[in-house]
């Protein structure tokens, strides 16, 4: 069973592989045909092939010696075959019956007898071919299911007794269809006698990326190309498009052009080709660039009266182009080198004849110079016809190329498709060889088409630049496909933490539209201020409302159309993103302590970010500071928990007056530019000198709670207890006290402090603040060593933080109550926004809608609650609030 299945196997690999011959000939008039067999002697292939003769096995091990090539060889064997009866086998066909013999491909019937007259049944037809084959059939097990084993390859045999052409039909299937085991070709590949099949792609694939020049990259597919699809912005180099790209006549090769060309020999560019040319997926690979080879001059080619074209190996540069025509007698002047030619402009026409032309002063982008070249130039009036022929077509877009480039000044008048009326909407061309003409008023119709390009427009003829004229009017038949395949669109890139590219495989309508493109972080909250602008080809930059924090995004895009005469609308999508740190770190405080004589002055500069501790990057390199522009730090600790914050060392004494820092990186790499920010410039933290911590450093004193003051300071205290603090009561109280119990953070730029209050400091009311939180000489040391004189935050400058709490409800009417609060409302709310914080029910549940079922007033301390609906009798509501109000403070 196993046996078996690998045939199978073997069979389902070469099915697409299977070459097209003619039908309606016999297995036996292919054999004749392509040389595998001779035939018996006769005058016609019929009498050759004997199609209707019984089949010796004699015949057999002749027919199977030529089959395999081998018929010179083994006529002329000289080892007898063994069997019993060898003497009753023909002369001719001893040699022949030996050698089938000797390789194996013919064994003899039981009692070793050869039977060199007898049938061939198709079983031993389908063994011999199956061991000539390489599969071979060598035991008693084996040829019992010959038959089913090599139909499994795709040999049907029948199984009596045969005839030449019966035999001959197996025979051709098995030379011509079936691979030889353990090689990828059939046996009459193998001979020479039969082509290669020829397999044909069904999907575009790059078959190869090759570089022999520093300007060139050769890109290798295994079909053609859409013409439409090979553009720059689909073949991207290192990190920017292509210069140029140029597909090949065929269309199978493009040659892509770098940005920039690299001056560096050998150079490895990293090569991107675009899916959107057709591909399953981007193809991407390193292509080695190594120029060994000296440019030279391919050819000189005449183009037009006063133009020639000088053709050279590979793309080159001029360093001192030197092009003379008969040693200087004839004027000439060298355009700049496009790719591998230089266009030579004539003073005049020249008379009919062959010129000398010396050409020197060019290189190639690796540096090696053209040797000094002489060559000729053969100048002859172009007397032939002017044609034209269409190279591509859509249904709002044809071009057309003439034979030769054109002298007038072609119109929309000098050409129009089916009807006389259907003239294009604008042409335009380049080199006035190739024109594109643009149908929007008269579109072509899917199919084929007629596009007729006038001798004249009236006024204007068709002339190229001898002096021909386009002989009549000339029509030229087109095809249009119309497009009916919606554009695909892929991330192309993630620019930085608030931006990222798109690429649509066509020309799209609609990739600029805010609305189309929805933007989430993971938990699944859109971002806010989404927005889309063209950047080249079928790429967009989709910004994404600000500079966004590390993670996986989704982007939906949808709405989006492309281009065609009937718009294409493209399915939503929901493409996925990854956005990392580009951005690197930025300093934010830059301060310096003047320390206590025979003590190193300290410089604290802290950054945005945790940043690198290691390598030529690392926040703790001293090359990476100078203080006042000279001083390189003796020493640079880390500074804090955060990884935010460094000290600088510098000698004793020194008066601090500017701090510059340069090539620090964040943890990511992202590295700042080396050594261009000092303190005091425009953007930069200016620096200061640290004094004792005073009440200008607290930034915020707020009650959390009737029995919880929040204290924030602008310094990092690391250690703090409770005698740091005493609070003195408020309303009107004497109590003066420590804090019960205190709990701080700090994040590395600041400290919050939690004061928790002991009963007889602790407020009554939520209205109620201390009437001073006061901070006790030295109880605040800074990170930096410096500490406070005592000073107090009094209650005019603490935040009433709480909250203000209900006090009483009362109805006012059938639809109207009031609730009334333990403090007053800040002033200036907004009525609308606060009805929101309230949660007002009827009896079966249903909830009041804000601004619909009920709207609200204030004064002071008491909301009045106007219903829409009056109650009726014994009609109850409840009244809430939300679990956090926001509005009503």
Request: glycine content about 8%; overall charge negative; proline content about 5%.
């Amino acid at each position: 069973m196993k046996r078996v299945l690998s045939l199978v196997l073997a069979l389902v690999m070469v099915l697409g592989m299977i070459p097209t011959f003619a039908a309606d000939m016999t297995g036996g008039e292919h054999l004749l045909e392509h040389g595998f067999i001779a035939g018996k002697p006769g005058d016609t292939d019929a009498a050759k092939i004997d199609a209707g003769a019984a089949l010796t096995r004699q015949e057999l091990a002749a027919l199977i010696a030529e089959l395999m090539g081998e018929k010179e060889i083994a006529a002329t064997f000289a080892q007898p075959a063994d069997y019993a009866d060898a003497a009753s086998i023909g002369s001719w066909a001893r040699p022949f019956v030996a050698y089938a013999q000797y390789n194996g491909w013919m064994s003899g019937k039981p009692g070793n007898i050869f039977d060199p007259t007898g049938p061939v049944p198709g079983q031993q037809l389908a063994a011999v071919l199956m061991n000539a084959l390489g599969y071979t059939v060598d035991t008693q097990a084996k040829y019992a299911t010959v038959l089913s084993d090599a139909a499994a390859l795709g040999i049907p045999v029948s199984s009596g007794d045969l005839n030449r052409g019966q035999a001959f039909e197996a025979m051709w299937i098995a030379v011509s269809e079936v691979n030889v085991n353990g090689e990828e070709m059939t046996l009459g590949v193998k001979l020479g006698k039969l082509d290669p099949p020829v397999v044909v792609p069904t999907e575009l694939a790059v078959v190869s990326a090759t570089a022999t020049n520093l300007a060139e990259i050769n890109v290798k597919f295994n079909m053609e190309l859409d013409v439409a699809k090979v553009t720059v912005a689909n073949f991207r180099v290192g990190n920017a498009d292509a210069a140029a790209v140029k597909l090949s006549e065929d269309k199978m090769t493009v040659v892509v052009t770098p940005n920039p060309i690299s001056a560096v020999n050998p150079k490895d560019y990293a090569l991107v080709v675009k899916m959107a040319v057709g591909l399953a997926a981007d193809y991407t690979a390193t292509v080695t660039a190594f120029d060994t080879t000296l440019p030279v001059i391919q050819s000189v080619v005449l183009t037009g009266p006063t133009t020639f074209d000088i053709i050279f190996s590979e793309p080159i540069v001029a360093t001192a182009p030197s092009v003379l025509v008969n040693n200087g007698v004839y004027g000439a002047a060298p355009m700049a080198p496009v790719g591998n030619k230089v266009t030579v402009m004539l003073g005049a026409a020249l008379p009919d004849g062959t010129y000398e032309v010396k050409i020197s002063g060019y290189a190639d982008y690796a540096g090696f110079p053209i040797a000094t070249t002489t060559t000729s130039l053969v100048y002859a009036k172009d007397t032939s016809a002017l044609t034209a022929s269409i190279t591509s077509a859509k249904q709002n877009e044809v071009v057309v190329k003439f034979s030769k480039k054109i002298a007038t000044t072609l119109n929309v008048n000098h050409f129009y498709h089916t009807f006389s009326a259907w003239a294009p909407n604008t042409v335009t061309t380049t080199d006035n060889q190739t024109y594109t003409l643009s149908f929007t008023t008269y579109t072509i119709p899917e199919g084929n088409f007629n596009l007729v390009v006038k001798a004249t427009d009236g006024t204007i003829k068709t002339t190229d630049v001898w002096g021909i004229d386009l002989a009549a009017n000339t029509t030229i038949v087109g095809s249009v496909t119309a497009d009916k395949t919606p554009p695909t669109v892929v991330v192309k890139e993630v620019t930085s933490e608030s931006a990222i590219k798109v690429e649509f495989s066509e020309s799209v309508a609609g990739a600029t539209t805010a609305a189309n493109y929805i933007v989430r972080k993971a938990d699944g909250t859109a971002l806010v201020g989404v927005t889309a602008t063209h950047d080249t080809g079928n790429v967009y930059i989709v910004n994404l409302g600000g500079v966004q924090p590390a993670g996986v995004y989704t982007i939906e895009i949808k709405n989006v159309t492309d281009t065609a005469l009937t718009p294409n609308t493209m399915l939503p999508v929901v493409l996925s993103f990854t956005v990392t740190d580009k951005t690197p770190p930025t300093v934010t405080a830059v301060s310096w302590v003047d320390t206590a004589a025979a003590t190193p002055e300290y410089v604290y500069v802290t950054f945005s970010e945790a940043v690198a501790t290691t390598g030529a990057n690392s926040a703790l390199d001293k090359n990476n500071y100078r203080v006042n522009g000279a001083i390189i730090p003796t020493e640079v600790t880390a500074f804090g928990v955060a990884g935010t914050k460094v000290r600088l060392a510098v000698p004793d004494g020194t008066v601090v007056a500017s701090v510059t820092w340069g090539q620090i990186a964040d943890l990511a790499g992202n590295k700042m530019v080396n050594l261009t920010n000092t303190t005091g410039d425009v953007g930069v933290p200016a620096l200061t000198l640290e004094g004792a911590i005073v009440a200008g450093d607290i930034i915020s004193v707020t009650t959390k709670s009737l029995n919880t003051v929040e204290v924030v300071i602008n310094k990092v205290i690391p250690t703090l207890t409770v005698a740091a603090f005493t609070v003195e009561e408020g309303a009107g109280g004497a109590d003066v006290a420590a804090p019960a119990i205190i709990s701080y953070t700090n994040d590395g730029t600041k400290t919050t402090v939690i004061l928790t209050l002991t009963a007889s400091t602790a407020m009554i009311n939520s209205s109620d603040k201390p009437a001073n939180v006061n901070f006790i000489a030295g109880g605040l040391v800074s990170d930096t060593g410096v500490t406070n004189a005592a000073f107090s935050i009094a209650t005019g400058d603490i935040v009433d933080g709480i909250a203000p709490s209900y006090a009483s409800i009362a109805q006012v009417d059938n639809d109207t109550f009031t609730i009334t609060l333990d403090e007053d409302i800040k002033a200036a709310q907004n009525v609308s926004l606060m009805a929101t914080d309230l949660v007002i029910k009827k009896a079966n549940g249903t909830q009041l809608v804000a601004g619909v079922g009920y709207t609200i007033t204030y004064a002071t301390n008491v909301i009045t609650v106007n219903l829409a609906t009056p109650l009726t009798a014994n009609e109850t509501l409840s009244v809430a609030s939300i679990a956090a109000p926001q509005y009503i403070v």
